[in-house]
């Protein structure tokens, strides 16, 4: 939390123009609940910084995933048993059937809804629904084979990693930061290192390195617009 991010009325106001700020505001904000699902709403993935009590709230969960199906992932453990919230997460998102629970993986029109809207979801289907006929159907629309489908976790994860580690060129800092050019090279690499063991990692650093380097920022902007 910033100084700037202490005032509720700044807070708000710049939450509400980049949602990912909610990192920096007070607890009390994270709970205000019409600032979250406005948040939510455009970036589901922020549903990770709202207080334990809203992500349990049915309502900021179905928004967030609307907007983003993994979001599930910071909702309470029991949306990933509800087959409302789970639905809409892999019709957003079909690689969002990895948090379901083990029984709505096992669910035939669940997986069916997440392979047709992503070939990958087909590997966190159950095993026993790998040989269903709809559902290689619908992976086969995708153009994608099931040996294709079901390549491990730690290829996708290098995919994803050189994605934003490797294109990035002279400036040698992961793409969310290319914008920032005060942003530290240790930063960088810890994030890089980070990012091969936890993904989320990589978020946490993002927020660390907004939380030190905005303040002034914020400030500057908030000007800009009175």
């Keep these: 939390e910033t100084k700037a991010m202490r005032d509720p009325d700044v807070a708000t106001h710049m939450v509400r123009r980049d949602g990912s700020l909610i990192a920096l505001v007070s607890d009390r904000l994270k709970d205000d609940r019409p600032l979250i699902w406005e948040t939510v709403e455009r970036e589901g993935d922020m549903l990770e910084r709202a207080s334990d009590r809203l992500k349990q709230d049915p309502e900021i969960v179905m928004e967030a995933v609307k907007s ?3 979001a599930i992932r910071w909702a309470a453990l029991d ?12 019709q957003q998102n079909g ?3 990895r948090y379901a629970s083990q029984i709505l993986r096992a669910d035939h029109d669940m997986a069916l809804a997440a392979v047709e809207q992503r070939a990958t979801a087909f590997r ?4 026993a629904l790998r040989d269903d006929p709809d559902i290689l159907r619908a992976l086969a629309a995708h153009g994608t084979s099931p040996e294709e489908a079901l390549r491990t976790e730690e290829e996708s994860l290098e995919s994803q990693e050189e994605r934003l580690w490797g294109d990035v060129g002279a400036t040698r800092r992961p793409l969310h930061f290319v914008q920032d050019p005060d942003l530290p090279q240790h930063l960088w690499e810890e994030g890089k290192e980070a990012f091969k063991t936890d993904s989320r990692a990589l978020t946490n650093l993002q927020r660390e390195a907004l939380a030190r380097a905005l303040d002034a920022q914020i400030r500057a902007k908030v000007a800009e617009v009175n």
């Design 68 to 70: 983003n199906g993994e």
């Design 124 to 127: 966190y289907a159950s095993q």
């Design 95 to 97: 690689d969002a059937l």
């Design 79 to 90: 949306f990933r048993g509800d087959r409302e919230v789970v639905l809409a997460a892999v």
